[in-house]
Structure formats: C-alpha cells, structure tokens
C-alpha cells in the first residue's frame, strides 16, 4: 500500500465551547454543560477553564460543582451543537470526500490525494483550523499520520487548540515514550494489567515478542502490537452516515407515561419508513434512543431474520425495547427512532426469479 495521510479532527471541549462562543459572557470563565445536580445529572463537557479544577466529562455534577463552585452550568442545547457540526462536517467536505465522522465533534479525513498533488501537510492543517475558526468560531484540535491510530493520538496530543504531525516513518520514535493509555484500545482494565507486567511506555509495549501478547491478550493481541508500533491499516469509512435513517423528538416537558411516549414514538417511525420507501430501502436493525431528564442518554437495537420495513413489524419491536426501559423512577426528555443495516429492495426481489431459474 502506498504511503497515506490522514487527518483526525476533534473539536475542544465542544459543547462548552458552543455556549461559550453564543454567550461571550462566559468566555474564560469554567463552564460545564449537563444535567442539574439536583437530578443526579453528570457533566457532558467542561471547559477548559473548569478541567483546571479537576472536572471531567461523565463526572456527576454534584461532585463537580463541589470541585468548583462559581462554576457556570448550562443545559445542553443538542439542536445547536447539530447545527454547528454539519458547518463543521461541510468544512471537512470540501477538503475531500473521504471523511469518516465518528461523533458530532470528530471525524477521520483521508488527504492522500491532496497530499501527492504536492500540498503540505502542515498547510493543510493550518489552512482547516483557520477555516473551521473564522466560519464558525470553534476551536479544533488536529493530529496528521499515515493511519488512523497515529492522527487519533496525535490531535489528543495537542489539545486543546493543536496541531500535531508525525512524518512518515518516525511513528514508533512518536509512541515510544508516551503512556500505553494513549493507544486506542486500551482502556483502564487493560492499562492496570500492563502495569502489574511493569509496562507504563508504548515503546516497552513494542519492545515486546508477538507471542507475549497472543498469550495476554489473544487474537487481538496482534492488532494491539502493530498499534504499538505505529501501524494500521483501517481505511475510512466515508458511507457511514448514510447507513442509517434516525428521527427524534424533543418532549415539551419530561414525560414518564408509556401510552404518551409511544404516541411520538409511531410519529418517528412513520417519518423513517417513509424515508424508507422514498428511497427504496428495507431494514434489518431498529434503534430507540433515549433521554432521560438528567441528561443520560443510552440507545438500545433489535434485529429481525429478515429486512422490512412495514410499519407494524417496527413499531412491535420499537415498542418492545420501549416497555423495558420504562422504570418507576424515570422520565424521558427524548426519544429517537433510526433504522440501520438498509438493503435496497431490488435485491431481495430479485431472490425468487434467480431462484426459479433452476
Ligand atoms: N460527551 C458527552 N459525554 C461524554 C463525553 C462526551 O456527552 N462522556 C459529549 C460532550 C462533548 C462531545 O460529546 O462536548 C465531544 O466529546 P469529546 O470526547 O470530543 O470531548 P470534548 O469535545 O468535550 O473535549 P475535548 O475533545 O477537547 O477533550
Ligand atoms: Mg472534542
């Protein structure tokens, strides 16, 4: 394979940084976004300003506001964070179309091409950032590699406000000193079992025999050393938006009754499936998305032998996973319904003639 260049793009302290930029007030102030602490809401985003007193996302915002009292907290504003990043997302867009976004906030972009045409990198970079502050005023960290794994580690690095390149070819010499927390795929299990084996470095990391890490980890074991040695060859997935169609809906007030819920729930599903027959699509899988009122949001899948899209199969299903969830001590601000794992119809039907054939 050829040499690649890919870009990870991720945006600082997002959602805080958007009711900085739309509330200039509280620029340079510690903000944290979330749920109140009165219903044991947890902090989405803090900013910069509030890590410093040692707040970080998914903290339960009792415990934050006790970190930093005069801290501000704002409820989430998800309609505007959406806005933001398809600005963000169209930015990505017309530097190429090969991007992958990951979140609403981050996204991989393959600039080979942009690359080989003889632009630099470090351009590149520099050119994204401006473009990305002077459309939108946000702030947005980013890593350039030859792979994935590289330009993840690589805009974590930076942040906040970074941009980091590693060349091609100094990938191990970039991992070697830095902690084993820093590769993707090694969570905080995995880190305490490496530390009890006295490996705290990527670089001890690589140093060590395939065989050692068949035995500690198994099959993936292979994948986590090349990782450690700079090496991936994941390719971006551009379709990935398109593979599903989602619609939600944000209640007026929270609501813990099922009949009412279900009620916005059939108007969901009668949006998607009539995307889905617009564009010819049956589906395999069904999402519901869920909110609660402290802000803790969960999804929950089910999916059938065979692809549909008839309206009653959905809703009995959408219900199902709906009626779990439904508990004496919970209310919804949201729901969402998506449908994903799409085939096109044509290629079902032409089953039975191919079939009849024989
Ligand atoms: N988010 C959330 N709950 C989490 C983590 C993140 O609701 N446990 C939301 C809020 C974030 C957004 O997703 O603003 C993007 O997540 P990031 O992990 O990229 O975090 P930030 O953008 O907030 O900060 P940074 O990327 O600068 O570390
Ligand atoms: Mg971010």
Redesign the pocket.
Known sequence: MTERHIIHA???????AVEQLDNPELRCLPVLVGGPAEKRGVV??ASYEARNFGIH??MPMAIAKRLCPHAIIKPPRFDRYRELSTCVMQIFSELTPMVEPM????AYLDITESVNQGQKPLQIGIDLKNKIMTSTGLVISIGIGTNKSISKIASDLG??DGLVIVSAGNEANFLSPLPVRRLPGIGPKTMSRLKDDGIFTIGQLAALEPHWFLRKFGKRGLDIRAKAHGQDNEVIHTTRLSKSISAETTFPEDLDNLEIIQLDLFKLIDKVTNQLTRRNLLCKTITIKMRLSDFTTFTRQSTFDRATRSREELIHSAVNLLKKEMQPDRSFRLIGFGVSNLKAEEQLSQLPQQMALF
């Open positions: 991720d945006l600082d302290a997002f959602y805080a989405a985003t996302s998914a979140s609403l906030d981050e942040k906040p």
